[in-house]
């Protein structure tokens, strides 16, 4: 089974709307991270967000909130007054196990957003 | 500077060719992995290095091997390059300090092999 599920391959937005981006985890562990990345066309893997399983409160970086819904482990990125260099490929990814601090990242497929004027 | 530099960018060569990607950090970080990128699938794990002294295999080994030459150099090898290894591969690297650590990564390198 998928340990990172990310089921939209493409999204569709308009400037300054926001938009949710969904990813589904599958973990036993009790301790463990959510991250989001960002891709853009250059290739290169942006950095974003992280939300961990026992905070308290849904993470923000500016523009970026994570809809963390752990009963329903769901962890969506939300993008608010979405911008024209919104447009990448989105990563969800997650490190589990609380003695697992630096270990690999557990990537989902990812998922395209299109962001037009 | 980049903290986390891949060499070459770009690589298109012929099968059956070895071929070396190589991978250096000024992060001062232990930990450092290989992933592959196809498209529609993700980044998966090919190799991971909690130290100089230590390497792991992962998710997708086979026809990979790497070597740690050092705290901050990290190579990736394709013993005899098939066309199915063409792919984006990327170099990361993370701190072990928390479990919030993100991993860093290298701008990836784009390799054809034909």
């Known amino acids: 089974a998928q340990k990172i599920t990310q089921t939209q391959p493409g999204m569709f937005v308009q400037e300054k709307e926001a938009v949710t981006l969904d990813c589904t985890y599958d973990t036993s562990d009790p301790s463990y991270g959510l991250f989001w990345y960002k891709q853009p066309s250059s290739g290169e893997m942006i950095f974003l967000i992280y939300q961990g399983s026992y905070d308290q409160q849904n993470a923000t970086e500016g523009r970026y909130s994570l809809n963390f819904q752990k009963a329903r482990k769901s962890a969506n990125l939300v993008i608010s007054a979405s911008q024209l260099g919104d447009s990448a490929m989105y990563f969800c990814?997650?490190?589990?196990?609380?003695?697992?601090?630096?270990?690999?990242?557990?990537f989902g497929k990812g998922t395209t957003l299109s962001v037009s004027s | 500077d980049a903290d986390v530099t891949q060499t070459p960018r770009n690589r298109i060569t012929k099968t059956g060719k070895r071929i070396m990607l190589e991978c250096s950090q000024t992060?001062?970080?232990?930990?450092m992995y290989w992933y592959r990128q196809d498209p529609g699938l993700g980044l998966r794990l090919i190799y991971y290095s909690f130290d100089v002294k230590d390497i792991n295999k992962g998710e997708i080994s086979d026809g990979y091997s790497v070597s740690r030459q050092a705290q901050a150099k990290f190579s990736l090898s394709l013993e005899s390059a098939i066309p199915n290894q063409t792919a984006l591969y990327f170099c990361?690297?993370?701190?072990?300090?928390?479990?919030?650590?993100?991993?860093?990564f290298g701008d990836g390198t784009r390799l054809s092999i034909l």
């Open positions: 990814a997650m490190r589990e196990g609380v003695y697992q601090a630096g270990t690999a990242l557990i």
């Open positions: 992060k001062g970080h232990d930990r």
């Open positions: 990361a690297t993370s701190d072990a300090t928390g479990i919030n650590q993100p991993q860093h």
